[in-house]
């Protein structure tokens, strides 16, 4: 075998080993993992009650459930976000924040696959919308809006 045929050979080895670890990596910088800095606590507070795949708010508003973690860094820049829609729309929409690396349940109740994801329920609970990934406020309020909610 000439030494052309054993780089081919090497290389087909390789790369694949070489993307499955930049897809890790990327995974793990992308949901914080390295990260060690905290949400200030009680910035989100969990008002819902949680009953099969919904979350409905005890006063039946619209919800919008936020799945993240206190270390992921998409996360804390939604924090923010949250705590200002919370004060703003307290009485027209619901926010209800689960941290899914100290309580995995609602990741799986939800069937989310990365952090952070926002799910907009209508007041029945029934999903209306999901995304994955930082949301402006701006963003937010213009999806309610799509959703015919006009706060």
């Not at 994801?117 to 937010?140: N, P, V, W």
């Amino acid at each position: 075998m000439n030494v052309e045929s054993r780089n081919r050979i090497n290389s087909s080895r390789i790369f694949p080993v070489i993307r499955s670890v930049l897809f890790v990596l990327t995974v793990v910088v992308v949901t914080g993992l390295l990260s060690v800095s905290v949400i200030p606590h009680g910035v989100v507070l969990d008002n819902g009650i949680s009953s099969g795949n919904t979350a409905v708010a005890a006063d039946s508003l619209p919800v919008l459930v936020d799945l993240g973690a206190d270390r992921c860094v998409p996360c804390k820049m939604m924090a923010p976000v949250l705590e200002e829609l919370k004060k703003e729309y307290k009485e027209k929409f619901d926010i209800v924040f689960y941290d899914v690396w100290k309580d995995p349940a609602p990741a799986e109740k939800y069937r989310i696959h990365g952090i952070p994801t926002q799910i907009f329920l209508d007041e029945t609970g029934k999903e209306l919308y999901r995304h994955a990934g930082y949301f402006s406020k701006e963003q937010i309020l213009n999806k309610w809006k799509e959703l015919g909610y006009d706060f």
